[in-house]
T-cell receptor
Framework: AQSVSQHNHHVILSEAASLELGCNYSYGGTVNLFWYVQYPGQHLQLLLKYFSGDPLVKGIKGFEAEFIKSKFSFNLRKPSVQWSDTAEYFC???????????FGSGTRLQVQP | DTGVSQNPRHKITKRGQNVTFRCDPI?????LYWYRQTLGQGPEFLTY????????KSRLLSDRFSAERPKGSFSTLEIQRTEQGDSAMYLC?????????????FGPGTRLTVL
């Protein structure tokens, strides 16, 4: 079955620290990958997406993610976090034959000033 | 505001009652999705429309759940004979068939509490 795993459930960082959130997927065919963010009191917003081409994708607010096919991973990174990055981050995947997104359980990021 | 809108934002009901939620997608989007999110989990897919056709339904969508999109614009999700296990955030998303990669834009959700 298709699944997405996020192993870090809660991450606490100080401002200016580097961030890496793990995401692994289990899909049989070609996969589309996404990172969504949910700031406190707001709805889900797309940070970045990967469909094909360059495995290193850049998103909004200085975030980037790298697709490593051999590891079935799509980890999210940011070199220096800010207090305003405090939010919940969701990795999601879909295959090219279906429209449904499969989400991971989310990682709550808390950035301390 | 041209984003996805959902009404009501909160709904409290007693077990056994029927509830209906509405989703208005972004105006030019012809795909519409419903998801359910419980505390501590990511959203789970329920169903998907392309225009007025319901093209996919999850096994999570029991026969107490029904969704419609009669004119290919707004959509409704009805839950009959609600159960406490139905308490969750119900999310709607929309996307355009013309957009590459089918990026889905989410609404603020309707939080359902079943007492």
């Amino acid at each position: 079955a298709q699944s997405v795993s996020q192993h870090n459930h809660h991450v606490i960082l100080s401002e200016a620290a580097s961030l890496e959130l793990g995401c692994n997927y289990s899909y049989g065919g070609t996969v589309n990958l996404f990172w969504y963010v949910q700031y406190p009191g707001q709805h889900l917003q797309l940070l970045l997406k990967y469909f094909s081409g360059d495995p290193l994708v850049k998103g909004i607010k200085g975030f980037e993610a790298e697709f490593i096919k051999s590891k079935f991973s799509f980890n999210l990174r940011k070199p220096s976090v800010q207090w305003s990055d405090t939010a919940e981050y969701f990795c999601a995947a879909s295959d090219t034959g279906r429209r449904a997104l499969t989400f991971g359980s989310g990682t709550r990021l808390q950035v301390q000033p | 505001d041209t984003g996805v809108s959902q009404n009501p934002r909160h709904k409290i009901t007693k077990r056994g009652q029927n509830v209906t939620f509405r989703c208005d997608p972004i105006s030019e989007h012809n795909r519409l999705y419903w998801y359910r999110q419980t505390l501590g989990q990511g959203p789970e897919f329920l169903t998907y429309f392309q225009n007025e056709a319901q093209l996919e339904k999850s096994r999570l969508l029991s026969d107490r759940f029904s969704a419609e999109r009669p004119k290919g614009s707004f959509s409704t999700l009805e839950i009959q004979r609600t159960e406490q296990g139905d308490s969750a955030m119900y999310l709607c998303a929309s996307s355009s068939i013309l957009a590459s990669g089918d990026e889905q834009f989410f609404g603020p959700g309707t939080r359902l509490t079943v007492l």
